[in-house]
């Protein structure tokens, strides 16, 4: 069993609150379908998502969700990991997270795999 890591944007800088939490809910909600889709098709995976692990966390208690509070922790996963899954949401390539999990990755020699949606 290989374990991935699934990377992801997932904070948004829309000015407006309220667009704000909607963007960063459709993200969790993408992460979510994409770890459901992983359990039918790459079966000897384990997906592990930050997103889904801390989303609901930092929701309830008003932590941040920038990529300088998560890094440590973020860290820690993609040490593990056997391989890194990038989810290309809309944003991923402007994501300072998504930007800064790569190039940890790479400097650990771990392969790096782009993904859509349910692919």
């Known amino acids: 069993m290989s374990i991935v890591y699934l990377a992801s944007p997932y ?13 960063e809910e ?8 994409q770890v459901r889709f992983s359990l039918d098709h790459a079966q000897h995976f ?17 932590l941040p969700g920038d990529y300088a509070f998560w890094k440590r922790r973020n860290d820690d996963f993609l040490a593990v990991a056997s391989e890194v899954w990038v989810l290309c949401l809309k944003g991923w390539k402007e994501s300072k997270g998504v930007a800064g999990e790569v190039a940890y990755a790479e400097s650990l020699g771990k392969n790096i795999i782009y993904v859509y949606p349910g692919l």
């Not at 459709?26 to 379908?33: A, F, V």
């Open 26 to 33: 459709e993200r969790y909600q993408s992460c979510l379908d």
């Open 46 to 62: 384990t997906v592990y998502s930050p997103v889904l692990h801390y989303h609901p966390v930092a929701v309830k208690h008003g």
């Open 11 to 23: 904070t948004s800088h829309a000015s407006d609150p309220s667009v704000k939490t909607r963007i």
